[in-house]
């Protein structure tokens, strides 16, 4: 199993950024999904959950209305779209892959089996 992410850079405050996780090993819609994060100085934070065949979609406060997250089965990929971006949204994003396709505990890492290296977002003016 491995999970790479791609996508990150350098945004203007507003401006949109896509990231992306190749998921191998696995077949992606068959678990649910997530993208954390974790800003420097600060514990990782859930971000986002997709549910077992893209059924559902939960998202933290802080990115709802702004963020999507979606799963491509052709490519095997898992997205995070990232529109008006906030100085506050500067971290390192990660995929993750659920154990469990059950809806309890999206928020608790420990649910979590597998994750990406991680790719780095920074929103700057």
């Known amino acids: 199993v491995q999970l790479v992410e791609s996508g990150g850079g350098l945004v203007q405050p507003g401006g949109s950024l896509r990231l992306s996780c190749a998921a191998s090993?696995?077949?992606?819609?068959?678990?649910?999904m997530a993208w954390w994060r974790q800003a420097p100085g600060k514990e990782r934070e859930f971000v986002a959950h997709i549910a077992y065949r893209f059924t559902d979609r939960n998202y933290a406060d802080s990115v709802k209305g702004r963020f999507t997250i979606s799963g491509d089965d052709a490519h095997n990929t898992l997205y995070l779209q990232m529109n008006g971006l906030k100085p506050e949204d500067t971290a390192i994003y990660y995929c993750?892959?659920?154990?469990?396709?059950?809806?309890?505990?999206?928020?608790?890492?420990?649910?979590?089996?597998?994750w990406g290296q991680g790719t780095q977002v920074t929103v700057s003016s």
């Open positions: 090993g696995f077949t992606l819609s068959e678990y649910a």
């Open positions: 993750a892959r659920k154990t469990s396709v059950l809806a309890a505990g999206i928020r608790r890492e420990y649910n979590y089996d597998y």
